[in-house]
């Protein structure tokens, strides 16, 4: 222990591996995969329209026009907010999808959160403790899984009143086991690995082991399914407010705009399919961003992103 | 020779596609195989060796890989101009191939009659006739009470045994060549040698051509006829083996031979009555009813290294996780510096991390892949906040990897982004961090390419030899033991039978147990070795 204090800092070389701004390689690496830039730019776009779309149009957006029932889309000698045509109250479809955002990102984004963070902090606790704790955790799992979740958000939301709120818990609650299980499955490998065992001899706190070495391998895998998540949410949030359980009009939401739509089809296709369609794009998109993620987080696959992509031939 | 040879590979070139540009994987390769012959293809990883095999094989995936030029005759014919039909028709009926892991390639969920008479029923044999040559073929390769084990799984096989049981399956159609892509390195030295032994004796009965593919010198003068030398991608020098040896005339077979341990000096043991560091008095571990380490006593004094030898099971690396708490010992005492590390509290064994340190046998799972070198190594000091304020880690993390010969300049990069033996190299600057008395090395440099290994153990002596370092040095590898520490002990199912310093250990054995290992251990040279198969099949034959 003689060697703590008479080093001399070094001087730093010409060779050095300059690291570019962070912010920078980022974009140069999104600008790569240009399936996951436009999705970016999507996804960029519906948030927008989740925070500025309701100061901006709730009043378009709720203002009844009897003589546009039902109006056919892309008709554009009309105002643009009624290029998509207009729904059965002949409100403009375009601007209810635009106000729409709002709630229906809230309640998808709290959910998915919400699930993500509690399952897996549960998840990293089942895998990383005891096999006491980790029992009564997974078996609380089994008894969320074993309910059927549309009948416990009934349950849930028929003794409390539907709010944007409550529909996060519920929906968070049903999904919670996804993540638990996931996690905790993934860090009874990782644990085993050999780079945590280093750790540990070195005296590594079970913190720093879980947060430092476990933690980066499974989150990955964490993020991926809550993308897919986000557009299961979408639709569970939607099948409750069909049954009148969750978001209340004249409050709207896409799953609520689909649903609405449903008796039309026949006739106005347009409603449903519209906010049909921004529920699938929104998704894609995350999908797409979530893969690139994965990529761009992973020293190993970084590559793939920074080099120049040749052309198929 | 007159005839032509049974298989002969000509002017073969092999490119893969990479996304980082073309990469050269063999080119201009030209070798040649007679029936009733053994030719070794000696090379490092990444020197191409396995490629040529894999092309007459069929398994080379194309893209990314692009068979440039050249031809594989076999009786004559072009294989690469088959079509692909007939080519599998090749395949298992006159080319049969065994591989390095053999668990991996055998089915889990079929048992082994099963698999070895698929073989035979995939090539048009009737059910019953496959059956019975497959348990003709258990009881040929050595499988003990064959007619039970017919319908057990790979699981319930031990790793030599399941080596047999790809020979059988590779031997069910009588090939008339064997690609052996290294058979034996999975393998303890004792069954390395059986499993040797037994494709030899294969050989002779049914005159086949053996191609064997290996890294190790010792393989290569036990079994080959001939030998070829690779280093990327391109043939080096060629020649029987015992010319190859003693006459090596490219400068990278110099090399390679020079590198391979167990021809220098021997240590002498470190002075007596020195007080040790490490005293391990009747340490036990029971896992439920299985004993893994049963009454382990022994001593490490500073600046010595001593070497903890035996095969797969021994309770080598059980001895090292209990050292180092990672397993709890059932009975037993480990006193450092007088205090007892196996009942010591959580506070004090936090310190005495900083005193014990461990390097784990392959650097690619014992480093986080998602950190960067300077966060791996300074994590040390992350961790114990004492050895050194922040603002001094960088210029320390420098410091040490300049000690372990890696390039400062390169601490922002990811360990993926390193050899094999650089990242060993970040593992022990890893340990060093902590600046640590005693390293445990778990078999250190068996993961890595013999020219790599020399280099490390160079450096774990020159480290030895700068910062007093003691090192409790755990190998299957004797030759590497015999070049490096000072004293040897050897372990035979979680007992020591035998200790001593290691002039001792390897003239004089005392133990039948300590001479089967030495005598079954594989020296570079063909004459030697030679002389030692003659005596060990006389030994056998007491």
Redesign the interface.
Known sequence: MTTNSDHIPAQPSATEDVPTSPAKQVLRMLWRDKLAFFAAVFLILVILCAIFGPMLFEEEATRQDLRGRNAPPFDFSRNWLFWLGGDTLGRPLLARIIVAAQNTMMVAAGAVAASLAIGTTLGLIAGYSGPRTSQVIMRLADVIMSFPSLLLAVIVLYMLAPSVGNLIIVLAITRIPVYLRTSRAEVLEVRERMFVQAAQVMGASTRRIVFRHILPIVAPTLITIATLDFAFVMLAESSLSFLGIGIQPPEITWGLMVSQGRPYLTSAWWLSFFPGLVIILTTLSLNLLSNWMRTALDPVQRWRLEIARKKHG | MGETPLLEVRNLSVDFHT??GKVHAVRNVSWHLSRGETLAILGESGSGKSVSASAIMNLIDCPPGEIVSGEILFEGQDVLKMSSNARRDLNGRRIAMIFQDPLSHLNPVYTVGFQIAETMTAHGTPRVQARSRALELMARVGIPDHEAKFDAYPHQFSGGQRQRLMIAMALALKPDILIADEPTTALDVTVQAQVLALLEELQQETGMGLLLITHDLGVVAEVADRVVVMNSGEIVEAGTASDVYHDPGHPYTRKLIAAVPGTGEMAAPLETGIKPILEVNGLTKHFGSFIALDDASLTVLPGETVAIVGESGSGKSTLAKTL?R?EEATSGEALWHGRDLVTMGQRE??SL??DI??V???PT????????VYDIVS??F???PK??PRS?W???V??LLDQVGLD???M???P?QFSGGQRQRI?IA?SLA??PKLIICDEAVSALDVSIQSQVMTLLTGLQDKLGLSYLFIAHDLPLVRDFAHRVIVMQDGRIVEQGPVAQIFEAPRQTYTRNLIAASLHPDPEIQARRRSERLAMAGD
């Not at chain 2, 799972?365 to 960067?372: F, G, K, V």
């Open positions: 996304v980082g180092l990672l064994l936090f991390r900083r340190q461990m784990f046998q392959d799972q014992s480093l986080n892949p998602r950190m960067s994590e040390a992350a961790i114990h050895i050194l001094q960088k210029a320390r420098r410091e400062a300049n390169h922002n990069r990811y993926h593992a890893r902590l600046e």
